[in-house]
């Protein structure tokens, strides 16, 4: 599958005649002096680092500030490109929604046998604190992100669904900023829809939501780790962006009744939690005791009434690898409809016939982990030194049922700038989705992670990925 | 200011955040200003002054840590490396610019990207210029940048921030750490303002009193107020007393009493900060010099000094900077 020549999103299978979403980009690109983007790429970096949108790698032991590389090449989609994915994600989403409620509720999909029974039982992202309970507005994930990648002209895969606690989005609003005040000729020749007013959505979004409790305007919180959290900024930025208080857990306290927070007046009722904080670490009386991060008594509130969390505690179980398998049958058993979007074919090391194909086929094979994230602890055969796979076969031996394998999917490229002129690398997309009561709203385009590795196909940035501006062109 | 309007209520760690920002941004510049004096005292003698560059230490609460950490050598290029970048002096300009650069980031939301990025930007720049010991030659420019980066982070303030509950802790941080800073500076030389007929008109003094009018920024000020000359006694009362001076205790005081007065006014509650603040403006209002050199003008400053600090303290706590 991967010797085959990748799908690349700027040409095809043509050596120079750009596709129709790429063509008016691909002109004006070629009447650019190369030089001058080349020093248009390294002016950005500085753009960058005044915005101060750094991120902190963890398992490094400078924990100074890093910058993701930003590529000043596009990603590009057409418009009927989008409406066709974005088809395929509301569908998606509103399944996964459904899904959560009923496995908080009757457990239909369970008593069906379409899913097994243990996959939730034994799931430590199952929380019985959500057994029954109606969350305000009957959303569970306010914000998703889903990871899409593409092989073809018209084949998208879903990837992951980021149900938890989806990051990102502050980068593809940074993209979009930097991309036009670099290149603002390119916005007035060609008509890229508008990601600015994500922010506002957002707040749109999470109002829509608010907790039975909540009197007149809600009052909206961002609920951050800290500053020493690799995404911190992001906290701060949707936080600024959407008029909303950033506080941590130590400016919480239950009070009254309610979530409140404390203000140089004392302490005033907080309508709605965006928290950027782990469920495990959400409810020092319920979860984890020894965090330090979230909110004692916070679950009670929440059952009560008195507050809005968004995401919902519990919705792992939804993106969690080991489910992911069975996203098809999902959607076909809450829409009653054909899924719109591929699932990419996964083998779960769990089943024995599976994990003994898995192991014959490991070079072959990307092998993660059921609850990992971030790239981290993951195998990529193809790419892998034999005395990886040797080790990695151990690991997965120790413990399969903590692993699924899915094929390698020929990512598709996106020319990108490197220090010869542009080359092909291969990209992602991830696109923020946003659910409030009845309504799914999808932001034009999304995040683009690329690999800015020749040949690689890891785009996570903790492991040497970086991000384009994603375009969804108006028809 | 105009009078107040409700607008959303403030986090007490913002607040907190801010007034550190901006105390450690004053402190920074205040440094970079006893560096300056301290280099031109140097330049006006032959060879190196190690009881001037003594006294900055002192000034600035830097002297236990110089002696346990450095080579003790009271020259100006040990004296002004540890004062403006070594790692082992807390209260270096590039600690405390990293620290205004920190509390910034914490209390990102509740500033301007103007203010931001100016802060961002200080640091950034800071960094890149004190990331080695700074040569003599170039010492006057690297000092000047610290008081050009703190008048753009300043301008960010000024330009850009509403008019609100942050804009007024900002102010209180500013005029808090001023008013602390310029009485330690006219305190290090308390004994050259006392009226002491053996040594008016010594050049001695004349070198000192430019020192001290030079750390303050006041030189233009006092001269362009009274153009009769230097005399000990209009100085100390140009520094303490004189509210037309923005780096003098009065106006300082002043400035704080006004911020907690706009945050009476929109929070409707006064505190016991208030009563504070209006006390020791009150006196500052009605002293004379005459009356301070009687009391003393070293007791007179630790005094206002043990106020202002007493101050600082009652507003974070009626503010509810940390939990009750």
Redesign the interface.
């Known amino acids: 599958m991967v010797d085959r020549v990748p799908f690349d999103e700027m040409f095809g299978s043509s050596e120079d005649t750009p596709r129709p979403p790429y063509r008016e980009y691909e002109s004006w690109f070629r009447e650019q002096d190369g030089n001058w983007i080349q020093r248009k790429s390294r002016e950005a970096e500085q753009f960058f680092?005044?915005?101060?949108i750094t991120f902190a790698v963890y398992g490094e032991d400078d924990a100074e500030e890093r910058l993701i590389p930003f590529d000043v090449v596009p990603r590009i989609l057409s418009a009927s490109e989008w409406s066709r994915l974005t088809r395929g994600i509301e569908q998606r989403v509103r399944a996964i929604n459904a899904f959560l409620h009923d496995i908080y509720h009757r457990q239909e999909i369970l008593r069906a046998g379409r899913i097994p029974q243990r996959l939730i039982a034994e799931n430590s992202a199952f929380l019985d604190q959500m057994i029954g309970f109606n969350p305000p507005g009957g959303v569970y994930t306010h914000i998703l992100g889903v990871d899409l990648v593409r092989t073809g002209p018209d084949r998208f895969y879903a990837l992951e669904d980021n149900a938890r606690i989806p990051s990102g989005v502050s980068y593809m609003l940074e993209n979009r900023e930097t991309m036009m005040s670099m290149f603002p000729e390119l916005f007035s020749r060609l008509r890229i829809r508008e990601v600015s007013d994500y922010p506002q959505r957002l707040r749109r979004a999470l109002e829509a939501a608010a907790p039975p409790a909540c009197k007149g305007t809600p009052?909206i919180a961002v609920l951050t780790p800290g500053?020493h959290n690799s995404a911190?900024f992001e906290h701060?930025?949707l936080?600024?962006q959407m008029?909303?208080?950033?506080?941590?857990g130590?400016?919480l306290r239950v009070e009254g009744g309610r979530v409140a927070?404390?203000?140089?007046?004392?302490y005033?009722p907080i309508d709605i939690l965006y928290r950027r904080v782990d469920d495990e670490f959400l409810d020092p009386l319920t979860f984890r005791s020894d965090s330090v991060l979230g909110v004692p008594g916070i679950m009670d509130i929440y059952r009560a009434g008195g507050i809005t969390i968004a995401n919902a505690p519990g919705t792992g179980i939804a993106d969690d690898k080991a489910i992911y398998s069975y996203m098809p049958d999902i959607v076909r058993f809450y829409t009653g409809e054909r899924p719109l979007l591929e699932n990419v074919p996964t083998y779960r090391c769990s089943e024995p016939d599976s994990l003994g194909y898995v192991l014959d086929h490991l070079d072959e094979l990307v092998v993660k982990e059921v609850h990992g994230s971030g790239g981290y602890g993951m195998l990529v055969g193809p790419t892998a030194s034999k005395r990886q796979i040797s080790a990695f076969r151990k690991v997965l031996l120790a413990d399969p049922a903590n692993y699924i394998a899915q094929p390698t999917l020929s990512l598709s490229t996106v020319p990108t700038m490197t220090r010869d002129g542009l080359s092909p690398r291969h990209v992602d997309l991830r696109p923020f989705v946003l659910v409030s009561p009845g309504r799914v709203d999808i932001t034009p385009g999304g995040l683009t992670r690329v690999a800015l590795k020749k040949g690689s196909l890891v785009v996570n940035s903790s492991q040497g990925g970086g991000t384009k501006d994603s375009w969804v062109l108006d028809e | 200011m105009n009078s107040p309007q409700r607008s959303p209520d403030m986090l007490s760690k913002n607040a907190d955040g801010i007034v550190w920002m901006f105390r450690s941004m004053e402190r920074s510049e205040n440094i970079a200003r006893l560096i300056e004096a301290g280099l031109r005292i140097a330049l006006t003698r032959s060879g190196e002054a190690p009881d001037e560059w003594r006294s900055i230490l002192t000034t600035v609460g830097a002297t236990d840590g110089f002696e346990r950490h450095g080579s003790g050598e009271y020259t100006a290029a040990v004296v002004t490396n540890y004062l403006l970048r070594a790692r082992t002096n807390p209260g270096s300009v590039m600690a405390l610019i990293e620290s205004a650069r920190t509390n910034a980031r914490t209390v990102r939301t509740a500033i301007t990207q103007e203010l931001w990025e100016a802060t961002n930007e200080c640091y950034m720049t800071m960094r890149d210029r004190l990331s080695r010991q700074v040569r003599s030659t170039e010492l006057v420019h690297v000092l000047g940048e610290i008081r050009r980066q703190s008048a753009l982070v300043r301008g960010a303030l000024h330009g850009t921030m509403l008019r609100n509950d942050a804009f007024s802790f900002a102010q209180i941080g500013t005029y808090l750490e001023r008013a602390d800073n310029t009485a330690r500076i006219i305190d290090m030389k308390y004994y050259v303002l006392l009226p002491s007929l053996s040594m008016v008109g010594s050049s001695l003094d004349n070198v000192q009193w430019d020192t001290i009018l030079r750390s303050l920024s006041a030189q233009r000020g006092y001269h362009w107020l009274h153009p009769e000359g230097r005399a000990a006694f209009n100085i100390a009362s140009f520094l303490i007393l004189d509210d037309r001076f923005p780096r003098s205790l009065a106006f300082s005081v002043g400035r704080v009493q006004e911020s907690l007065r706009w945050l009476e006014q929109a929070y409707g509650e006064r505190h016991t900060a208030h009563d504070m603040a209006d006390d020791l403006h009150r006196e500052l209002a009605g002293a004379t010099m005459e009356g301070i050199f009687d009391f003393g003008l070293h007791e007179s400053l630790q005094r206002y000094l043990h106020l202002v600090g007493m101050l600082a303290r009652q507003i974070e706590h009626d503010f509810r900077f940390r939990v009750a």
Do not use: K, N, W
């Not at chain 1, 927070?261 to 004392?266: D, V």
């Open positions: 680092r005044t915005t101060g009052v500053i911190y701060a930025f936080a600024s008029g909303a208080q950033l506080v941590e130590h400016d927070m404390r203000t140089t007046r004392g005033r």
